[in-house]
């Protein structure tokens, strides 16, 4: 696992293998300040654009927000693929 930090105000881990961003984490007296938004950046340039975010069904509220946030590219899992298909409705 690689990790980004600024000491004791962000923090963001990455799964070496695939990629999958694990955690991220801001303190909270330091929110909307850009802080894990520029670790995305660094980690992004570091890893050659190699990162990306877990699969929407595996996010944290605040993960599916720094997501929204900073864009980029989403990996793709088996295990929720058809959650979309719940909605069918029989008769
Ligand atoms: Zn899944």
Redesign the pocket.
């Known amino acids: 696992m690689d990790v980004w930090t600024v000491d004791d105000i962000a923090e963001l881990k990455v799964e070496q293998a695939t990629g999958e961003i694990l955690w991220v984490w801001t303190h909270e007296d330091h929110r909307e300040q850009g802080h894990a938004t520029a670790l995305y950046r660094q980690a992004h340039a570091d890893l050659n654009g190699q990162i990306y975010h877990a ?1 929407d ?2 996010r944290t509220d605040d993960g599916d927000r720094f997501a929204t946030r900073v864009g980029g590219p989403t990996l793709t ?5 058809d959650l979309d298909d719940d909605s069918y409705q029989e008769d």
């Open positions: 699969p069904g595996h899992c088996g295990c929720c693929a």
